[in-house]
């Protein structure tokens, strides 16, 4: 399987080399939340959940959230998390390539996931989504910025890796989801010089 494997994520978490890791959930979900456009009762995943932030705070809002994580130390982490907050969440430690939900869901919120797939299997996960979600559901999506000069030569370089917004509307095209239209909010992630896009889509029937 090209990319990372889960004893190199494993060794991360085991390590505590998360660079990527805010320390607490990630603001554009919780401008989300507080728009309102995630409603409690909504049946949401976290794919890549790491140590739990975002499904702690969906929790905290009374959203039905799930974390998915191919580590088992992310899991642990994120078990630990819930616990020491008193929320309850389903946690599955799987491979989001071959997982699959017991049925179609509300949302899934992405974020770390996508960007840390190798691109060879960016189709798949893709395809992955759209099964998961339910028509007229949402993906709430966060497209890492993190070009490179040697991404930008062609080379496969990550994780993370550079989503490209050209190929995110191949990988998410218009036949299967709705776009919003453009200019789409850019946040800064303050550990790393990498910057994030939100987009929110909508699976089409």
């Not at 890549?48 to 642990?76: F, M, N, Q, T």
């Not at 799987?94 to 179609?104: I, M």
Request: net charge negative; with cysteine; charged share 20%.
């Amino acid at each position: 399987m090209a990319g990372p494997t889960v004893d190199f994520w494993q060794t991360r978490f085991e390590s505590g080399n998360t660079p990527w890791d805010r320390g607490s959930a990630n603001p554009q979900l919780e401008q989300w939340l507080k728009d309102g456009v995630i409603s409690p009762g909504t049946t949401m995943l976290v794919p890549g959940c790491g140590r739990g932030w975002e499904v702690a705070l969906l929790a905290a809002h009374g959203v039905k959230a799930s974390g998915i994580d191919y580590a088992p130390g992310a899991i642990a982490e994120s078990r630990a998390l819930l616990q020491s907050r008193e929320l309850d969440a389903e946690l599955v430690q799987a491979d989001v390539l071959r997982w699959q939900p017991a049925a179609p869901v509300d949302a899934v919120y992405e974020q770390t996931c996508l960007c840390a797939l190798h691109p060879d299997h960016w189709r798949a996960y893709a395809d992955q989504l759209r099964a998961w979600i339910r028509p007229g559901g949402k993906l709430f999506a966060l497209f890492v910025q993190s070009l490179s000069e040697e991404s930008a030569q062609g080379f496969i370089k990550g994780p993370p890796y550079h989503c490209d917004i050209h190929a995110m509307r191949a990988l998410f095209p218009d036949q299967y989801w709705e776009w919003p239209a453009p200019p789409y909010p850019r946040l800064m992630q303050p550990q790393t010089s990498f910057q994030e896009l939100a987009i929110v889509l909508t699976r089409k029937a």
